[in-house]
Protein backbone atom coordinates (compact mmCIF):
# COMPACT_ATOMS: atom_id res chain seq x y z
CA UNK A 1 0.00 0.00 0.00
CA UNK A 2 2.53 2.44 0.79
CA UNK A 3 4.18 1.74 -2.52
CA UNK A 4 1.44 2.79 -4.24
CA UNK A 5 0.83 5.81 -1.96
CA UNK A 6 4.20 6.43 -3.23
CA UNK A 7 3.22 6.23 -7.01
CA UNK A 8 0.97 8.97 -6.36
CA UNK A 9 3.15 11.16 -5.63
CA UNK A 10 5.99 10.69 -8.41
CA UNK A 11 5.40 14.23 -9.64
CA UNK A 12 6.70 15.29 -6.38
CA UNK A 13 10.07 12.86 -6.55
CA UNK A 14 12.33 15.97 -6.01
CA UNK A 15 10.86 17.15 -2.68
CA UNK A 16 11.33 13.40 -1.45
CA UNK A 17 14.77 12.83 -2.88
CA UNK A 18 15.95 16.49 -1.11
CA UNK A 19 13.87 15.90 2.36
CA UNK A 20 15.84 12.02 2.11
CA UNK A 21 18.81 13.72 2.12
CA UNK A 22 18.71 15.97 4.21
CA UNK A 23 17.47 13.68 7.00
CA UNK A 24 20.48 11.49 6.13
CA UNK A 25 22.95 14.79 6.87
CA UNK A 26 20.86 15.52 10.50
CA UNK A 27 20.86 12.08 11.58
CA UNK A 28 24.75 12.19 10.55
CA UNK A 29 25.32 15.67 12.65
CA UNK A 30 23.43 13.75 15.32
CA UNK A 31 25.99 11.43 15.34
CA UNK A 32 28.35 13.70 16.08
CA UNK A 33 27.54 15.52 18.97
CA UNK A 34 27.96 12.95 21.23
CA UNK A 35 31.61 12.40 20.33
CA UNK A 36 32.58 15.84 20.24
CA UNK A 37 30.76 16.29 23.52
CA UNK A 38 32.95 13.23 24.27
CA UNK A 39 36.34 14.94 23.53
CA UNK A 40 35.37 17.85 25.04
CA UNK A 41 34.80 16.00 28.99
CA UNK A 42 37.96 13.58 28.29
CA UNK A 43 39.54 17.07 27.84
CA UNK A 44 38.64 18.60 30.40
CA UNK A 45 39.41 15.70 32.71
CA UNK A 46 42.77 15.19 31.16
CA UNK A 47 43.38 18.82 30.99
CA UNK A 48 47.13 18.58 32.49
CA UNK A 49 48.09 16.84 29.47
CA UNK A 50 47.17 18.82 26.50
CA UNK A 51 49.80 20.58 25.00
CA UNK A 52 47.16 24.13 24.50
CA UNK A 53 44.47 23.34 26.42
CA UNK A 54 42.54 26.52 26.04
CA UNK A 55 42.75 26.25 21.68
CA UNK A 56 41.44 23.04 21.74
CA UNK A 57 38.71 23.34 23.88
CA UNK A 58 37.86 26.23 22.17
CA UNK A 59 37.63 24.32 19.15
CA UNK A 60 35.81 21.56 20.00
CA UNK A 61 33.22 23.91 21.42
CA UNK A 62 33.22 26.02 17.89
CA UNK A 63 32.93 22.25 16.33
CA UNK A 64 29.63 21.43 18.95
CA UNK A 65 28.33 24.73 18.01
CA UNK A 66 28.78 24.61 14.32
CA UNK A 67 26.99 21.42 14.40
CA UNK A 68 23.81 22.37 16.11
CA UNK A 69 23.28 25.56 14.11
CA UNK A 70 23.92 23.30 10.72
CA UNK A 71 21.60 21.08 12.48
CA UNK A 72 18.77 23.56 13.10
CA UNK A 73 19.36 25.26 9.52
CA UNK A 74 18.89 21.74 7.77
CA UNK A 75 15.83 21.10 10.12
CA UNK A 76 13.88 24.37 9.40
CA UNK A 77 14.80 23.58 5.60
CA UNK A 78 13.41 20.08 6.30
CA UNK A 79 10.06 20.84 7.57
CA UNK A 80 9.84 23.90 4.89
CA UNK A 81 10.14 21.05 1.91
CA UNK A 82 7.68 18.88 3.64
CA UNK A 83 4.80 21.45 3.87
CA UNK A 84 5.23 22.65 0.56
CA UNK A 85 5.35 18.91 -0.54
CA UNK A 86 2.66 18.58 1.54
CA UNK A 87 0.45 21.24 0.20
CA UNK A 88 1.29 20.70 -3.30
CA UNK A 89 0.68 16.83 -2.82
CA UNK A 90 -2.86 17.77 -1.63
CA UNK A 91 -4.02 20.19 -4.73
CA UNK A 92 -2.64 17.42 -7.18
CA UNK A 93 -4.27 14.81 -5.32
CA UNK A 94 -7.33 16.91 -4.92
CA UNK A 95 -7.33 18.07 -9.03
CA UNK A 96 -6.86 13.89 -9.93
CA UNK A 97 -9.81 12.76 -7.66
CA UNK A 98 -12.00 15.62 -8.99
CA UNK A 99 -11.32 14.97 -12.81
CA UNK A 100 -11.78 11.27 -12.15
CA UNK A 101 -15.46 12.21 -11.08
CA UNK A 102 -15.86 14.60 -13.71
CA UNK A 103 -15.01 12.01 -16.06
CA UNK A 104 -17.77 9.44 -14.71
CA UNK A 105 -20.88 8.92 -16.80
CA UNK A 106 -24.45 10.44 -15.05
CA UNK A 107 -25.72 7.55 -14.26
CA UNK A 108 -23.63 7.05 -11.38
CA UNK A 109 -24.26 10.15 -9.63
CA UNK A 110 -28.01 8.84 -9.68
CA UNK A 111 -26.79 6.10 -7.57
CA UNK A 112 -24.47 7.79 -5.55
CA UNK A 113 -24.81 10.41 -3.08
CA UNK A 114 -22.18 13.09 -4.29
CA UNK A 115 -21.71 14.67 -0.92
CA UNK A 116 -20.40 11.34 0.15
CA UNK A 117 -18.41 11.09 -3.06
CA UNK A 118 -16.93 14.46 -2.33
CA UNK A 119 -15.81 13.73 1.54
CA UNK A 120 -14.51 10.16 0.90
CA UNK A 121 -12.09 11.45 -1.55
CA UNK A 122 -11.51 14.72 1.02
CA UNK A 123 -10.74 12.51 3.43
CA UNK A 124 -8.31 10.31 1.25
CA UNK A 125 -6.45 12.84 0.08
CA UNK A 126 -5.79 14.40 3.04
CA UNK A 127 -5.12 10.74 4.91
CA UNK A 128 -2.56 10.04 1.93
CA UNK A 129 -0.64 13.41 2.23
CA UNK A 130 -0.19 13.43 6.06
CA UNK A 131 1.02 9.46 5.56
CA UNK A 132 3.64 11.04 3.65
CA UNK A 133 4.22 14.28 5.28
CA UNK A 134 4.50 12.03 8.54
CA UNK A 135 7.11 10.22 7.17
CA UNK A 136 9.11 12.31 5.88
CA UNK A 137 9.47 14.47 8.82
CA UNK A 138 9.08 11.85 11.78
CA UNK A 139 9.51 8.36 11.12
CA UNK A 140 12.30 8.21 8.60
CA UNK A 141 14.67 10.43 10.45
CA UNK A 142 14.64 8.61 13.61
CA UNK A 143 15.01 5.33 11.70
CA UNK A 144 17.75 6.41 10.02
CA UNK A 145 19.46 7.74 13.61
CA UNK A 146 18.18 4.36 14.99
CA UNK A 147 20.29 2.46 12.31
CA UNK A 148 23.43 5.05 12.63
CA UNK A 149 23.35 4.45 16.18
CA UNK A 150 23.15 0.40 15.76
CA UNK A 151 25.79 0.90 13.18
CA UNK A 152 28.67 2.81 15.24
CA UNK A 153 27.49 0.35 18.56
CA UNK A 154 28.58 -2.23 15.87
CA UNK A 155 31.90 -1.01 15.20
CA UNK A 156 32.64 -0.42 18.44
CA UNK A 157 31.53 -3.89 20.08
CA UNK A 158 30.17 -6.46 17.73
CA UNK A 159 28.33 -8.09 20.43
CA UNK A 160 26.66 -5.00 21.49
CA UNK A 161 25.42 -4.14 18.11
CA UNK A 162 24.04 -7.62 17.78
CA UNK A 163 22.28 -7.69 20.93
CA UNK A 164 20.69 -4.28 19.57
Do not use: C
Request: aromatic share 12%; hydrophobic share 50%; charged share 15%.
Amino acid sequence: MFLRILRLAKPYYHYLLAISILILIMSGLNQVEPFITRAVTDGLINQGNLPQPFTWFAGLLAGLLLAKITRTILNRISWHLSYKLSYQLKFYLKETGFAHLMSLSADYFDKKISSHMMSKLDRGVGQITQIISNSGMFFAPNLVTALITLIIVFSFKWELGVAG
